[in-house]
Structures are given as structure tokens and as C-alpha cells.
């Protein structure tokens, strides 16, 4: 079982169109990160969430912390084929187990098609 | 030179070859990491290093051997792999190994083990 599920895992649709993926964990976490990983590339911050019904954005994109700070959401509106990625969620020492470990979900594959 | 950058980009070995990855920080950070991708398997840490000292080792078989001589460079060496070991092995950096810090990751080494 991953502590943080990311769903879906594969995303394909044509530009202009919304979407939302999810993050979900039973466990509770102080704060939240998105990444995004472009092909050939290593991931790239997005945001941090850190109070439960905290809502970011940044362009396009909204990021939502859940009330009780165990899942987030990422919407993105009217795609561009330039949000084609990886899209990770991450907590830091999970579970309050380990000083310094970076946990990721197991992501979710976007693909924009102009 | 900025950021976080590892070499060589790509590496094809033998199962009885010896090679190093490299990884170097310019971004004055303190903790170093160690990630593996794989085509099915989430972001897996592998090692952490706090201010040169080990903090994590996440059961990483004996084959994979990290080096931390300075905070600015981390090491993995590589001996007696196994074709399963073949993966996308990236670095990352962070102020501090802590909940809110941003990791920097570098674009990573693409390992093939034949």
C-alpha cells in the first residue's frame, strides 16, 4: 500500500479542456508538495500546502490542501499542451517516521493534445 | 553554474562493471539526495545526507554505495549491479531535510545495466 495515492495515473486530453487529479493517504501530514516532471528532466516545485482547506494557485492551476491535511487536489484550466508531464504529490517525513525523507506518490501522466 | 547537475547523463554497464554517478549542488544547501525512478514504481529515496553525514539509508542493497565529501557533492557508486537495478537515478538538494523545504533535483542519470 503507498502512503500517498494519486489517481488517476494516466491523463489524456485535448486542449482547452479542465482537469483535476487527486492525492490521497489515510495518514495526517503537516504540509503537501506538487511536482512536475517534464521528459528528460528532474521534478519542479509547483507549490506547498501547508493548512488544511488551503487553496493556492498559481495561472491555470489550483491546488487544494483538504480539511483534514490528508489529500489534495490539482486543477488545471483550459490545458496547454505545455502542462504535458508528471505530476507528483510529496510529504516530507511521513508519518513522522524519518527526519528528512521526501515522499512521493507515484504520479500521474498528463497529455495535452493541441 | 547554478543549480543541481549530475554526470554522466547516460550510463550503459556491465553487471561486473564499476562506475560512480556525480552530483553537484551550487545552491548552498545542506542536505543531499539520493532518488530512484523506475518505469513503475514512485520516486523512491534511497539515501539522505545532513551536513556530510548519513541520516537515511532506505534498505538500499550494499551494491549502491554513497559518498558525501562536502555538502556540495554526493557520489554513488556503483559495483556488481543487476539488469533490474536499470532506472533514472536522481540527485536532489534542500536548505535542510525538512517539512516546507523545497527540493532541487537535477535532471538525473538514466543507468542501464546489461
Known amino acids: 500500500t503507498q502512503l500517498l495515492e494519486q489517481s488517476p495515473q494516466f491523463l489524456s486530453i485535448q486542449e482547452g479542456e479542465n482537469l483535476t487529479v487527486y492525492c490521497n493517504s489515510s495518514?495526517?501530514?503537516?504540509?503537501l508538495q506538487w511536482y512536475r516532471q517534464e521528459p528528460g528532466e528532474g521534478p519542479v516545485l509547483l507549490v506547498t500546502?501547508?493548512?488544511?482547506?488551503e487553496v493556492k494557485k498559481l495561472k491555470r492551476l489550483t491546488f487544494q490542501f483538504g480539511d483534514a491535511r490528508k489529500d489534495s487536489s490539482l486543477h488545471i484550466t483550459a490545458a496547454q499542451p505545455g502542462d504535458t508531464g508528471l505530476y507528483l504529490c510529496?510529504?516530507?517525513?511521513?508519518?513522522?517516521?524519518?527526519?528528512?525523507?521526501?515522499?512521493f506518490g507515484q504520479g500521474t501522466i498528463l497529455t495535452v493534445h493541441p | 553554474e547554478t543549480g543541481v547537475t549530475q554526470t554522466p547523463r547516460h550510463l550503459v554497464m556491465g553487471m561486473t562493471n564499476k562506475k560512480s554517478l556525480k552530483c553537484e549542488q551550487h545552491?548552498?544547501?545542506?542536505?543531499m539526495y539520493w532518488y530512484k525512478q523506475s518505469a513503475k514504481k514512485p520516486l523512491e529515496l534511497m539515501f539522505v545526507?545532513?551536513?556530510?553525514?548519513?541520516?537515511e539509508n532506505n534498505s538500499v542493497p550494499s551494491r549502491f554505495s554513497p559518498e558525501c565529501p562536502n555538502s556540495s557533492h554526493l557520489f554513488l557508486h556503483l559495483h556488481t549491479l543487476q539488469p533490474e537495478d536499470s532506472a533514472l537515478y536522481l540527485c536532489?538538494?534542500?536548505?535542510?531535510?525538512?517539512?516546507?523545504?523545497?527540493?532541487?533535483f537535477g535532471q538525473g542519470t538514466r543507468l542501464t545495466v546489461v
Open positions: 536532489a538538494s534542500s536548505q535542510e531535510p525538512r517539512s516546507n523545504t523545497e527540493a532541487f
Open positions: 495518514s495526517v501530514f503537516s504540509s
Open positions: 500546502v501547508v493548512t488544511g482547506g
Open positions: 510529496a510529504v516530507f517525513n511521513a508519518g513522522g517516521t524519518s527526519y528528512g525523507k521526501l515522499t
Open positions: 545552491l548552498g544547501h545542506n542536505a
Open positions: 545526507y545532513n551536513f556530510k553525514e548519513q541520516t
